[in-house]
T-cell receptor, first 110, second 114 residues
Framework: RKEVEQDPGPFNVPEGATVAFNCTYS??????FFWYRQDCRKEPKLLMS???SGNEDGRFTAQLNRASQYISLLIRDSKLSDSATYLC???????????FGRGTSLIVHP | DGGITQSPKYLFRKEGQNVTLSCEQN?????MYWYRQDPGQGLRLIYY???????QKGDIAEGYSVSREKKESFPLTVTSAQKNPTAFYLC?????????????FGQGTRLTVV
């Protein structure tokens, strides 16, 4: 089983839709999680942290489910500008190395 | 402005050549990382360094070498032993002394074998 797994998509949604991505992780000792956004041919940029209690930032909500070992990202009221690849990142316990999923592609169309 | 600078942005390598990718950070981060990204793929760890004068192999270190002589700098050499070097290379840094924090990225170097 891979350390971090994501459905690569693409998720094709109309503007205004709500879309959710999940990411599963294999190491139950993992404590720190992030979502990054990557635009085509650019570097990844931090979108938001994922806290145990959940985290909301405007239209974006991140959740952690420790029992099932997954994190999620919910995007409400999708905009054309949300089209990108969303990378799930799990920090390896002990070494603190950021470990990436392969990303989920989101395409928002008019 | 604090950040990570990678150079060059684009690099072309002939078969059999070694090339070196530069990565400099002024964030005062102890840890630095090199990742490789292929089209449609996630980031795979090549090498990492958590302190000056020390570095460790990541998941795909074969055909690559690094050095960490200064805290600010972590250059990556792609050697002729790397059989498929065409990829997008990303350098990152983080501050593990502050706990499991996020990583910050440079703008990447796109390497093409010609």
């Amino acid at each position: 089983r891979k350390e971090v797994e994501q459905d690569p998509g693409p998720f094709n949604v109309p503007e205004g839709a709500t879309v959710a991505f999940n990411c599963t992780y294999s190491n139950s000792a993992s404590q720190s999680f992030f979502w990054y956004r990557q635009d085509c041919r650019k570097e990844p940029k931090l979108l938001m942290s994922v806290y145990s209690s959940g985290n909301e930032d405007g239209r974006f909500t991140a959740q952690l489910n420790r029992a099932s070992q997954y994190i999620s990202l919910l995007i409400r009221d999708s905009k054309l500008s949300d089209s990108a690849t969303y990378l799930c990142v799990v920090i390896r316990p002990g070494s603190y190395i950021p470990t990436f999923g392969r990303g989920t592609s989101l395409i928002v169309h008019p | 402005d604090g950040g990570i600078t990678q150079s060059p942005k684009y690099l072309f390598r002939k078969e059999g050549q070694n090339v070196t990718l530069s990565c400099e950070q002024n964030l005062n981060h102890d840890a630095m990382y090199w990742y490789r990204q292929d089209p449609g793929q996630g980031l795979r760890l090549i090498y990492y360094s958590q302190i000056v004068n020390d570095f460790q192999k990541g998941d795909i270190a074969e055909g690559y070498s690094v050095s960490r002589e200064k805290k600010e700098s972590f250059p990556l050499t792609v050697t002729s032993a790397q059989k498929n070097p065409t990829a997008f290379y990303l350098c990152a840094s983080s501050a593990p002394d502050r706990g499991p924090t996020e990583a910050f990225f440079g703008q990447g170097t796109r390497l093409t074998v010609v």
